[in-house]
């Protein structure tokens, strides 16, 4: 009898609608829940293998091979982003290089920016098209409280590698800021975080908050009328991150949403049973989930300390 041949794990997933980006084809480059910080508001939940080795966490050959596969989608980005941190990927910057023998299409680095005071790090981002880090804090205190960060990175440490990555970087350099209700929303931190943003000097800054569940229920989302008026506070060239129902309306998007609302028609469950159900990367899922939720189309429910997903209709 011949042994069954297991199935390679999927390391590229969509082109999926992106908020900033389009259609964004993702390359996940170190296992689920794999990171530097532990966030409160991270939609993936909480982080199970909290870290700061950088290593070959996934095979850099099957990435490349998986990618070339996906090229014929014409994303707008390649972009390294994920179910963890990518910048804990060691081979970053051979892989952005060997991106870029194949293809013209832009490579965009998501980042929680926690590595960028490694001049290591810094220097495998440098061919990379679009950096975009994060900055959730303007203060050690709420840095620890939203960010739950690696015991070996420091608030001020972490400012001064976004401040250095930007003296060294020639790329476009976006700075996302995650605000939450109650928290970062004081004007004590919104003046700290200002204080910060105008070190950095990014492109542009880009503001979010909660849209998805959060690791953590009290993590509230800012009401988008408070959220225009910090946004206009912070920074000259700032936005909030634009409605992308455009994208949501292609036909490849409509037709996997509708699969998973079907599927959650017969059965509750979690994106990881959405995910194996469908054939589905659980990042792709998410954004599914989003827009299903956004409409009123599907619910959640918390089961034995887990998220599950229904439909309402």
């Known amino acids: 009898m011949t042994a069954k041949k297991e199935k390679t794990q999927d390391y590229i997933f969509g082109p999926v609608p992106s908020r900033r980006l389009g ?128 015991g070996d990175i420091m608030f001020s440490k972490m400012v001064e590698g976004l401040v250095k990555f930007r003296d060294e970087y020639t790329g476009k350099y976006w700075l996302e800021v995650f605000l939450l209700a109650g928290i970062t929303t004081t004007e004590m931190e919104i003046n700290r975080m200002k204080t910060c943003i105008n070190s950095i000097g990014p492109d542009k800054v880009q503001v979010n908050t909660v849209t998805r569940p959060p690791a953590e229920g009290f993590a509230e989302p800012v009401p988008q009328k408070q959220l225009q008026t910090i946004t206009e506070k912070l920074y000259e060239k ?45 990042n792709e899922v998410v954004k599914y989930v989003e827009e299903l939720l956004s409409e009123g189309k599907i619910e959640t429910k918390s089961q034995n300390q887990q998220l599950y997903y229904r439909a309402t209709i």
């Open 23 to 150: 259609r964004s084809l993702g390359v996940d480059l170190v296992p689920f829940k794999t990171c530097t910080y532990d966030c409160i508001y991270c939609q993936l939940g909480r982080t199970t293998h909290k870290t700061m080795q950088r290593k070959e966490w996934v095979p850099m050959d099957i990435i490349i091979a998986q990618l070339k596969a996906k090229l014929s989608t014409k994303p707008d980005y390649i972009t390294l982003s994920g179910s963890g941190e990518p910048t804990l990927f060691s081979r970053l910057e051979d892989l952005i290089s060997r991106i870029k023998d194949i293809t013209d299409i832009p490579v965009a680095v998501l980042t929680n920016g926690s590595l960028l005071w490694l001049p290591e790090v810094r220097k495998a981002l440098k061919s990379a098209d679009l950096v975009v880090p994060s900055l959730d804090a303007g203060s050690s205190q709420i840095f620890q409280y939203v960010n739950r960060p690696h």
């Open 238 to 282: 700032t936005e909030v991150i634009a409605d992308y129902s455009k994208i949501h309306k292609q036909q490849d998007f409509l037709a996997r949403r509708e699969d998973v609302l079907t599927l959650l028609q017969r059965r509750p469950c979690s994106v990881e049973d959405i995910a194996a159900g469908l054939g589905l990367h659980r």
